[in-house]
């Protein structure tokens, strides 16, 4: 029911009428419009800032961004150097290929070619000086033992390589299998021959 003290004067009323009903020429109120004109300078603002001129990062390309890193963050887990990863190159025959070359340009003047030892260890009997992990060997090569006249590698080789000539050694041996560590590598030259 329309209360007639409510009434404004330019409440006028529209001309038609259907099924008897007639409505109010009101005004929309004024919160209401606020809200729709709102709206509209949000829209263009948003339109601009996201779309048009490209400042603000759009949730899909948030959520983009945050896959790539997501991914790179795996790949470089998956290309993490620890012994499982070297156990694993080392049963890889394109790795230990790879692996052989390096060892037989850099290594074979003290390791042999046939990797028992001469002025460095032998690599393939279950002695070892610094540890019979595949870590163990990669952080000899990577760091040297300057003082035992085993020249560190890191800089030179990277990474990649010193990863394939570790697997190159370890695919002479097993996992799991024992390990002796022993002090010191008597070179075979040096061995007293017998009286
Ligand atoms: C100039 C001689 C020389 C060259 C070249 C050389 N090594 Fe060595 N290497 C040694 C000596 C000497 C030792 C023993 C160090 C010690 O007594 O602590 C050794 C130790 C090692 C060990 C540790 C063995 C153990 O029992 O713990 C590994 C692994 C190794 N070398 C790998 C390599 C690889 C791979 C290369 C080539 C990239 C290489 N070496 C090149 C002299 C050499």
């Given at each position: 029911m329309i209360d007639p003290a409510n009434q404004q004067p330019d409440d006028a009323l529209r001309p038609h009428s259907y099924d008897?009903?007639?409505?109010?020429?009101?005004?929309?109120?004024?919160?209401?419009?606020?809200?729709l004109y709102g709206a509209m300078v949000f829209a263009v603002i948003?339109?601009?800032?996201?779309?048009a001129y490209g400042f603000g990062v759009l949730p899909v390309q948030a959520l983009e961004a945050e896959m790539a890193k997501n991914a790179a963050l795996a790949a470089q887990k998956a290309g993490e150097?620890?012994?499982?990863?070297?156990?694993?190159?080392s049963t890889d025959p394109v790795a230990n290929a790879a692996g052989k070359v390096t060892f037989e340009a850099?290594?074979?003047?003290?390791?042999?070619?046939?990797?028992?030892?001469?002025i460095g260890p032998n690599l393939v009997d279950n002695q070892w000086i610094h540890g019979g992990k595949p870590m163990d060997s990669f952080k000899t090569v990577n760091e040297g033992v300057l003082a035992k006249g085993m020249?560190?590698?890191?800089?030179?080789?990277?990474k990649q390589k010193m990863s394939?000539?570790?697997?190159?050694?370890?695919?002479?041996?097993?996992?799991g299998e024992e390990v002796v560590i022993v002090p010191v590598w008597t070179p075979p030259a040096i061995v007293a021959p017998p009286q």
């Open positions: 008897g009903i007639q409505e109010y020429d009101k005004r929309l109120p004024r919160w209401w419009l606020l809200t948003y339109w601009g800032y996201f779309h150097i620890n012994d499982e990863s070297l156990w694993k190159m850099t290594c074979v003047a003290c390791h042999k070619p046939d990797l028992t030892g001469l020249p560190a590698w890191g800089a030179m080789l990277g394939e000539v570790v697997a190159y050694i370890f695919s002479f041996h097993k996992q």
